[in-house]
């Protein structure tokens, strides 16, 4: 048995960083991977932006981000045929009702269930648990407020069903009607 050993200075760092992203079995944070190749977490933030820069295009991985971790996944636009070479189900349609709720949590997130409520006008409770259940959505904590409500934030499962890198690629939010910048910022801070 041949004992290679390589100075960690001397590995091309992306090409380490994204042989560490396929072998890990989910997200990772910067700082396990800069560990992991005894580099500055800055260094490797730095070579990670460039490697999924790499993947932006015809490629058939992507890097998604979420909440401060890494995560190597196949490209969104490539869903289809990833699926029927797995023989998996199509991903499951939403109802309009899950799909509303969802919005408004990625884009208040995080967000309470009297939250999404008083936004919805009707009570959120079965598709959240829907939501939950499908694992798009996670409890964040708790609000400060009387009773203490749960927060709701998005997942990378979600990232990973609308096919987004990242929560910042969702389109801007924008309201019909709304003349000012400041009544569409209020609504959503509301």
């Not at 490629?59 to 023989?87: C, D, M, Y």
């Not at 910042?168 to 801070?189: I, N, Q, V």
């Amino acid at each position: 048995m041949s004992e290679l050993t390589t100075d960690p200075a001397d590995i091309d760092l992306e090409a380490c960083l994204e042989a560490l992203l396929f072998v890990a079995g989910g997200p990772v944070s910067i700082h396990q991977l800069a560990t992991a190749v005894e580099r500055k977490p800055d260094e490797v933030e730095q070579s990670l932006k460039t490697l999924s820069l790499s993947y932006t295009g015809k490629r058939g991985l992507s890097i998604q981000w979420h909440n401060g971790k890494i995560q190597l996944t196949t490209a969104p636009h490539l869903a289809e045929q990833v699926e029927n070479f797995l023989g998996l189900e199509a991903t499951a349609r939403l109802s309009r009702a899950a799909l509303e709720a969802l919005s408004i949590i990625a884009y208040r997130q995080p967000v309470t269930r009297p939250g999404i409520d008083a936004i919805r006008g009707v009570s959120s409770d079965g598709v959240l648990k829907s939501l939950l259940s499908k694992g798009l959505i996670q409890e964040a904590g708790r609000a400060d407020g009387p009773g203490r409500p749960i927060l709701y934030e998005t997942t990378a499962e979600f990232l990973q069903h609308f096919g987004l890198s990242t929560i910042d690629e969702l389109p801007p939010y924008e309201t019909e009607g709304m003349k000012s910048e400041d009544e569409k910022s209020r609504l959503l801070k509301d």
